[in-house]
């Protein structure tokens, strides 16, 4: 039994999901896979429940009516996986943005390094971005710059999806209470945690923008993070 399982939530990812579901069976250090469908119309949870078959009692899918949005479908994964006592909570995209690779550094840093938060960091060490536009990149890191500057938060890629959790700290969050759906959510998460003074490092990886499929990027998603954000911020203060 894996003491570690991988969230990998999925619309449309027909094109990518049964390689990387491969390549991360292939690796050295055992990880079971949790695939959190949104009723994908081209065939992406068809697929999971065929390699199901390959990977018994290692792939598990769990199927939703509809979209509604990244941070839900995290919840519940999370839910799930708390209730199935994994250890190790990954958060991963589907689209091979994240090198199946870095998820046993992001391992090690909390089971051997101690960390409790694992956040595979674009900008800890520069800017690691491959192939995206140079107005991306900039209001990619601008925006995490902005973050950390409204919240105080000692973490330079604050928006980052590709991060390790280790199953008490998701227990201590009120998951229930959170209140982004968009990718704010990597933001709100990483925030109840700093504020309950877990122990969060950023491990270096390089992103690598999707070459199949299609982003699921919006400007709705972008006007919740930077109005949010000062919302969180807010709450706290007055809070206190």
Same mark, same amino acid.
């Given at each position: 039994?894996?003491?570690?399982?991988?969230?990998?939530?999925?619309?449309?990812?027909?094109?990518?999901?049964?390689?990387?579901?491969?390549?991360?069976?292939?690796?050295?250090?055992?990880?079971?896979?949790?695939?959190?469908?949104?009723?994908?119309?081209?065939?992406?949870?068809?697929?999971?429940?065929?390699?199901?078959?390959?990977?018994?009692?290692?792939?598990?899918?769990?199927?939703?009516?509809?979209?509604?949005?990244?941070?839900?479908?995290?919840?519940?994964?999370?839910?799930?996986?708390?209730?199935?006592?994994?250890?190790?909570?990954?958060?991963?995209?589907?689209?091979?943005?994240?090198?199946?690779?870095?998820?046993?550094?992001?391992? !090690?840093?909390c089971?051997?390094?101690?960390?409790?938060?694992?956040?595979? =960091? /674009? #900008? &800890?060490?520069? @800017?690691?971005?491959? !192939?995206?536009?140079?107005?991306?990149?900039?209001l990619?890191?601008?925006? =995490? /710059? #902005? &973050?950390?500057? @409204?919240?105080?938060?000692?973490?330079?890629?604050?928006?980052?999806?590709?991060?390790?959790?280790? =199953?008490?700290?998701?227990?201590?969050?009120?998951?229930?209470?959170?209140?982004?759906?968009?990718?704010?959510?990597?933001?709100?998460?990483?925030?109840?945690?700093?504020l309950?003074?877990f122990?969060?490092?950023?491990?270096?990886?390089?992103?690598?923008?999707?070459?199949?499929?299609?982003?699921?990027?919006?400007?709705?998603?972008?006007?919740?993070?930077?109005?949010?954000?000062?919302?969180?911020?807010?709450?706290?203060?007055?809070?206190?």
């Open positions: 039994m894996a003491n570690a399982v991988v969230i990998i939530p999925t619309y449309n990812e027909i094109d990518n999901i049964e390689r990387l579901l491969r390549n991360i069976f292939a690796l050295q250090r055992a990880f079971h896979i949790l695939v959190v469908d949104d009723n994908s119309p081209d065939g992406t949870a068809q697929k999971v429940q065929e390699l199901q078959g390959f990977y018994k009692e290692k792939l598990f899918l769990l199927n939703r009516e509809k979209k509604n949005g990244l941070g839900t479908a995290y919840i519940a994964g999370f839910k799930w996986a708390l209730h199935q006592e994994y250890d190790y909570i990954f958060e991963m995209d589907a689209d091979f943005s994240h090198n199946p690779n870095d998820l046993i550094r992001l391992y !090690n840093a089971a051997k390094d101690g960390a409790d938060v694992a956040i595979g =960091s /674009r #900008y &800890v060490t520069g @800017v690691n971005v491959v !192939n995206w536009p140079m107005g991306r990149v900039l990619s890191w601008g925006a =995490s /710059r #902005y &973050v950390r500057f @409204v919240t105080r938060m000692d973490i330079y890629d604050t928006t980052a999806g590709f991060i390790c959790y280790r =199953s008490k700290v998701l227990k201590t969050i009120d998951l229930d209470n959170i209140k982004f759906v968009g990718y704010a959510f990597q933001i709100e998460m990483k925030y109840k945690a700093y309950k003074k122990k969060i490092v950023e491990v270096p990886v390089v992103f690598t923008d999707r070459t199949k499929g299609e982003s699921k990027m919006s400007s709705g998603i972008i006007s919740e993070a930077i109005f949010g954000v000062i919302k969180m911020r807010l709450q706290h203060l007055f809070k206190k």
